[in-house]
């Protein structure tokens, strides 16, 4: 899935839908077990590790931006990758204490359903059904190492996204609830990352975004919010805001990369049954 690590920290790793993943080690160890290992050679292609400004323990999949100087240090990422790959699996936790929300999975209708906007009369702040709701989707997207989660994903076709950037249910100040949100300006610069889903649980693959945009939105009480989001935190708003559309990361990958999710989808549309929106 595209999770690369930095060999000498302990680190919080955060991937889209939205996922995120911690993983403490004694690295000393683990470079010493790697060493050792018939999968610790060089690979062809490298994807650089890029470090969350406000969390330096925060390490993201990206796009080829740089290559590492010498054949060991992409090795031992190569080897990091793999391990963790292997070991870190979406998590998905079922039953939530504390709500009967669930992650709906593709192709469920509802993730290209029509998504309504809230009214004024409805933003009355803590204690309102819409404050209900946001606060039992972050109950969600934590048990689910998420850093963002729509409405429509839960089965609630209303324009509501709610999201933490750090992942982290401790840091409860890093909180954002958009109501109605527009993105009123893209940038024209772009980037691609590796991006995940809750949604689609077990793959991934690289999604072009701009580098920041412009965001107008109303918080839960129903005042006016202007904000320009650059960086991981754009990336994110692009990504659960595409769900209010009625849009999936999948339908902006590339031809190889949805060729290389097809056999996963296929599995989806075949566990779901029929009347899936595919």
């Known amino acids: 899935q595209g999770l690369y690590f930095h060999p000498f920290t302990t680190l919080s790793l955060n991937t889209m839908h939205l996922r995120s993943y911690t993983a403490p080690m004694a690295t000393t160890a683990l470079w010493t077990i790697l060493r ?62 504390g709500t009967d929300l669930r992650v709906l999975k593709y192709p469920h209708p509802a993730l290209r359903a029509s998504n309504d906007e809230i009214p ?28 963002g989660l729509a409405a429509p994903q839960v089965g609630i076709n209303k324009r509501l996204m709610v999201y933490n950037d750090t992942g982290d249910a401790k840091k409860w100040m890093r909180e954002t609830v958009m109501v109605n949100p527009k993105i009123v300006e893209y940038s024209e610069a772009k980037d691609v990352e590796e991006e995940g889903c809750l949604s689609f649980p077990g793959m991934g693959g690289e999604v072009e975004r701009s580098k920041w945009i412009k965001v107008e939105a109303q918080n839960l009480k129903g005042k006016k919010i202007k904000k320009k989001y650059k960086g991981w935190e754009a990336r994110i708003f692009q990504h659960e ?38």
């Open 120 to 147: 004024a009369e409805d933003l009355t702040g803590p204690g309102s059904d819409i404050s209900k709701i946001a606060k039992e989707m972050f109950l969600v997207m934590y048990a689910t190492k998420g850093v």
């Open 241 to 278: 805001y595409d769900h209010l559309d009625g849009t999936v990361y999948i339908d902006r990958l590339t031809e190889d990369g949805r060729k290389e999710v097809q056999p996963k989808l296929d599995d989806l549309v075949t566990t779901f049954g029929e009347g899936g929106e595919i």
């Open 36 to 97: 050792h290992t018939a999968a610790f050679a060089p690979v062809a292609r490298q994807p650089a590790c890029l470090s969350c400004s406000s969390q330096p323990s925060t390490i993201r999949a990206a796009h080829s931006l740089s290559r590492p100087t010498t054949p060991s240090a992409a090795s031992f990422r190569s080897s990091i990758t793999s391990l963790f790959s292997a070991v870190e699996e979406e998590v998905d936790p079922g039953v939530v204490e």
